[in-house]
């Protein structure tokens, strides 16, 4: 993940945002392991590790994560922010996480009204590696995202952010069995993180948003996971109108972004990638011919 600043102090001067105090919990992301190759030889590899992260707001028991660990503060801040729970940052003093006991313990400013009818509310199973949840109610709020209407993606700067994505040194590249998600401005990286559920690194990504005061208005969000729906509603109620993926799209995730005017590419590699909806958001340069 990318080295970010996790601990802004709590500020209340006139103009300034108060922010929550954030714990630095911090554990190893892989462990060697011994296998066996295809010679019968033996050799150590590495592989991430998964641990589960049981989320608690004022008290209040929401959801287990299974987590890698890279980033649980900016995940829980960011379960909280798209799962609307809660509405402003300012409303939270704490993001404090134990490892010791498998547990981040969230605490609010001055309570938050309706949160046992809201968090035992109907959830909706999605596709995201087993572990994603949206509430029911999302579905219903996402038709009312603020998308900047002018935010549009060069294919010069598409590529580049490929390229940034495909030298970025990563987990994957030394463990596998990740996603990783970015926040892209144009073809500069704001921040990466990796995890095992998608659902879980565009989580820590919103919750980054959130804390910095980083709105969506002319962000890429870019991830090497499929865009299915959950994905494409946590973007729009970030305010991110255009998603990248190396992977591929669902149909519910087509349907969402083409109605909400975002646009998707998916099967991203090198110099390929099909866009699926939202053609006016993409400005075309047409490879120049190679020269005999």
Known sequence: MMPIEQQPASQSAPGRR???QLSQARQALTRTVQVRNEFGQTQDVAI?????LTLYLDKQELVTLMTVGAAPELLALGYLRNQRLVRAIDDIAAVQVDWDVEACSITSRHGVAGLAERAGARRVLTTGCGQGTVY???MDEVGSAALDPD????QSELYA????MRLHDSLYKSAGSVH????FERDRLLMFTEDVGRHNAVDAISGWMWLHGVDGAGKVFYTTGRLTSEMVIKCALMGVAILVSRSGVTQMGFDIAERLGMALFARCTNRHFLQYTAPQRFVAEPLQPVAA
Request: a positive charge; charged letters at 20%.
């Open 48 to 52: 991430p590790v998964e641990r589960p």
């Open 180 to 183: 990783g998600c970015a926040l």
């Open 151 to 154: 935010t549009r993606i060069r």
């Open 161 to 164: 952010l490929l390229d940034t």
């Open 136 to 138: 029911a109610s999302l």
């Open 18 to 20: 108060l922010l929550p």
